[in-house]
T-cell receptor, first 115, second 113 residues
Framework: DAGITQSPRHKVTETGTPVTLRCHQT?????MYWYRQDPGHGLRLIHY???????DKGEVSDGYSVSRSKTEDFLLTLESATSSQTSVYFC??????????????FGDGTRLSIL | QKEVEQNSGPLSVPEGAIASLNCTYS??????FFWYRQYSGKSPELIMF????GDKEDGRFTAQLNKASQYVSLLIRDSQPSDSATYLC?????????????FGQGTELSVKP
């Protein structure tokens, strides 16, 4: 299994509070991603990183920010959580290839409930 | 039109049969295609990836790609109850720095003993 650790694995919090999810990898892969998975919407990309301090928005980035200060860590922050951000959050990593897109490998996920 | 479409299922097949899972995509420029398996409450797990037209086989799994028809499929031979899961089709599209995966909503497969 790819060395990806997400923390926490479960979290319950209240609307309006800040929340930070952490993704830690031991594979030294360049690319890291944050997805959310919701019934009826499948997996959707929130933000991704293509290197230390290099990040970009995905398709559902509103209300989320990210940071990557080290190759191995990618943080996802909800500045002021809302109930619509209740979801399962997955981190993924991939290597770089000049020839073809490399597969992404997923962490175990964080189940976040915002009351 | 959704970028990646899959039949949601559930698809039910008897043990030992061939399960056929289908996926269509809208971006003609897509070059890379992936199949993931996701058990309930677990994370997606990569099964196969395919880049070229034709078939790619790995054990009981065969991925088929037809870029002209914008169609990719996954065949599972000798289906087992342990294959019961949701299968996600994902297509890589170019996006700013690098690419991003666009996922279909998944097909639920049930293999009956």
């Amino acid at each position: 299994d790819a060395g990806i650790t997400q923390s926490p694995r479960h979290k319950v919090t209240e609307t309006g509070t800040p929340v930070t999810l952490r993704c830690h990898q031991t594979e030294n892969h360049r690319y890291m991603y944050w997805y959310r998975q919701d019934p009826g919407h499948g997996l959707r990309l929130i933000h991704y990183s293509y290197g230390v301090k290099d990040t970009d928005k995905g398709e559902v980035s509103d209300g989320y920010s990210v940071s990557r200060s080290k190759t191995e860590d990618f943080l996802l922050t909800l500045e002021s959580a809302t109930s619509s951000q209740t979801s399962v959050y997955f981190c993924a990593i991939s290597e770089v290839s000049a020839a073809v897109a490399q597969p992404q490998h997923f962490g175990d996920g964080t189940r976040l409930s915002i009351l | 039109q959704k970028e990646v479409e899959q039949n949601s299922g559930p698809l039910s097949v008897p043990e030992g049969a061939i399960a056929s899972l289908n996926c269509t995509y809208s971006d003609r420029g897509s070059q890379s295609f992936f199949w993931y398996r996701q058990y309930s409450g677990k994370s997606p797990e990569l099964i196969m990836f395919i880049y070229s037209n034709g078939d790619k086989e790995d054990g009981r799994f065969t991925a088929q790609l037809n870029k002209a028809s914008q169609y990719v499929s996954l065949l599972i031979r000798d289906s087992q109850p342990s294959d019961s899961a949701t299968y996600l089709c994902a297509v890589m599209v170019h996006y700013n720095q690098g690419g991003k995966l666009i996922f279909g909503q998944g097909t639920e497969l049930s293999v009956k003993p």
